[in-house]
């Protein structure tokens, strides 16, 4: 089955520094790659996604990579504010709807 | 739209008994996942159902089961419990292949 892991497990980061979070999968058939945020005790929620057939997408401070031939994606937070302190999980699917998760990025971000 | 909504929110169950959880998706949302939230060990999947079928299974003992009703709404029931079973279990919706939204989650404690 696929496997996904995720680095680094911490990250603290001063405001308005970048942070970048990596993630790797071993199914090439994975094709569909999101970004989850969970604040503390809140439920997940998706941040921003991206499919195999796009190597880039970004939305105003957040950006995501994605190199199918190394079979790695990553999160770039630029400018970064104390509210985007948050555990960050990586995911990837390829069958129908299993999603594969990250063991998550606790990312501090100090003012 | 109505978010995903799970119930019960808090349950405290003792060892040996069994527990059943609820999960109402977004209208329109046919495929219901499920996950295991457990410190460190990020979001495990459970199973996955798309029209009252389960089509896709993680690795959990049999004491995990689930069921998906007609109008979508999700159940998963878990036998003899153990103290290992105490968790963040969350429940997310999709419509096939796109993106997943979660519900807020049921907090099980086993004593």
């Known amino acids: 089955g696929e496997n996904v892991e995720q680095h680094p497990s911490t990250l603290s980061v001063q405001e308005g520094d970048s942070a970048v979070i990596k993630c790797t999968y071993s199914d090439s058939a994975s094709n569909y790659f999101p970004w989850y945020k969970q604040e503390l005790g809140k439920r997940p929620q998706l941040i921003i996604d991206?499919?195999?057939?796009?190597g880039e997408k970004k939305d105003q401070r957040i950006a995501v990579t994605l190199n199918k031939t190394a079979k790695h994606f990553s999160l770039h937070i630029t400018e970064t504010q104390p509210e985007d302190s948050a555990v960050y999980f990586c995911?990837?699917?390829?069958?129908?709807?299993?999603?594969?998760f990250g063991t998550g990025t606790s990312l501090t971000v100090i003012p | 739209k109505a978010g995903v909504t799970q119930t019960p929110r808090y349950l405290i169950k003792t060892r040996g008994q069994q527990v059943t959880l609820s999960c109402s998706p977004i209208s329109g949302h046919r495929s219901v996942s499920w996950y295991q939230q457990t410190p460190g060990q990020g979001l495990q999947f459970l199973f996955e159902?798309?029209?009252?079928?389960?089509?896709n299974k993680g690795n959990f003992p049999g004491r995990f089961s689930g069921r998906q009703f007609s109008n979508s709404r999700s159940e998963m029931n878990v036998s003899t419990l153990e103290l290992g079973d105490s968790a963040l279990y969350l429940c997310?919706?999709?419509?096939?292949?796109?993106?997943?939204?979660f519900g807020p989650g049921t907090r099980l404690t086993v004593t």
């Open positions: 997310a919706s999709s419509l096939v292949g796109n993106e997943q939204y």
């Open positions: 995911a990837a699917s390829h069958t129908g709807n299993q999603f594969y």
């Open positions: 991206i499919r195999s057939n796009v």
């Open positions: 159902y798309f029209s009252e079928t389960q089509r």
